[in-house]
């Protein structure tokens, strides 16, 4: 069966929408855009349309690609001071001169959305999360709508970044799962999938995972999205022969991408509620 992102999403971002309509004050949210990589852009755009569609006010912040470190935490510093924004996100990866973890440590950690501060995934690793990343906190939400209990389940996160393969680890982790990481260096990978319950792929490389090492009725989740030359998109698992033998499957586009804009907003709701209740 697949897994149908796109609309967890709407159904997510319809169930936040109703929930603002009752709010005193509109929940807002920034981006920091610096530079103008394209893929970048194309996030930002539909991040500050998702914040119209459920009525959040939104500020888009374009920054130029030679702004100095000194300039870009100042605009964090006003925006950790200013009351009508409950969430701000730095779009990564940020060019190269600037150093991205001062830049992630300055974010006030009641409004890092992201839930990349060191305060945030320190409460994540210890099963007290405030705010938790978007992407591995949105394939959770598409894990509960298969209904499939994760508690003892074998879990394969195959990649090990900050942003995704670390945080879902310790997502899967906290719902009681058995959890292997592997990551680049892994020695025979397609032994490590060929047990698990659950597989969540990580690692930016086309089709790489494929049908034949996944176990029969697996759930698997793709979270890569790559171009080909011919400008078709596809994701870290090659589809075709993974829905053959998996249980459940997202489809790339239209699995995991839609849901961490929309859990975007959830945390921005759930910062708004918690800066509000002080
Ligand atoms: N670049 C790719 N994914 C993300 C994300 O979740 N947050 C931010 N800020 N930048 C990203």
Redesign the pocket.
């Known amino acids: 069966m697949i897994i149908n992102g796109q609309k967890i999403a709407q159904n997510l971002r319809k169930n936040i929408g109703e929930q603002v309509a009752h709010l005193e004050r509109k929940p807002g949210l920034a981006v920091i855009l610096v530079g103008d990589d394209p893929a970048?852009a194309v996030?930002v755009r539909n991040k500050d349309n998702a914040c119209k569609e459920v009525g959040f006010y939104s500020e888009k912040i374009n920054k130029s690609a030679d702004i100095s470190q000194a300039e870009l935490l100042a605009e964090v510093e006003r925006l950790n001071n200013d009351d009508k924004i409950d969430g701000i996100?730095?779009?990564?990866?940020l060019p190269r001169h600037l150093d991205t973890n001062q830049v992630i440590e300055a974010i006030n950690p009641a409004k890092d959305v992201?839930g990349f501060h060191s305060e945030n995934i320190g409460k994540l690793m210890q099963n007290k999360p405030h705010l938790r990343?978007?992407?591995p906190k949105g394939v959770m939400t598409m894990l509960a709508t298969t209904g499939v209990d994760l508690i003892g389940k074998n879990c394969v996160v195959v990649g090990a970044s900050n942003?995704v393969g670390r945080p879902m680890a310790m997502e899967l982790l906290n719902a009681h799962a058995t959890v292997t990481i592997c990551n680049s260096k892994t020695t025979d990978l397609s032994n490590k999938i060929k047990n698990a319950d659950v597989v969540v792929v990580a690692v930016g490389n086309p089709q790489f995972i494929k049908g034949s090492w996944i176990k029969t009725g697996a759930i698997v989740i793709d979270v890569g999205i790559n171009r080909l030359e011919s400008g078709q998109l596809v994701g870290d698992v090659d589809f075709d022969s993974a829905e053959k033998v998996a249980g459940w499957i997202t489809p790339v586009p239209g699995g995991v991408g839609p849901m961490?804009i929309a859990t975007l907003l959830e945390n921005t709701l759930t910062a708004y509620m918690a800066r509000t209740k002080k």
């Not at 996100?89 to 990866?93: A, K, R």
């Open positions: 970048s996030y996100l730095v779009q990564l990866p992201d990343p978007c992407t942003i961490t």
